[in-house]
């Protein structure tokens, strides 16, 4: 992580259960997002659904 993602100094997110893994959550696509780092929060502000 230091050595590649810091340097590029953007957002990352990273050891969610998400994706290809027994456990996951579901993170929908074309949806406003932020990341709240101060909380370790992923705030999705709008419905995936129309």
Do not use: M, Q, R
């Amino acid at each position: 992580f230091n050595d590649i993602l810091k340097p590029l100094h953007i957002p990352v997110i990273y050891n969610v259960k998400a994706g290809h893994c027994t456990s996951k959550i579901s993170l929908p696509f074309g949806t406003t997002a932020y990341i709240d780092a101060d909380n370790c929060k992923l705030i999705i502000e709008e419905s995936a659904v129309k």
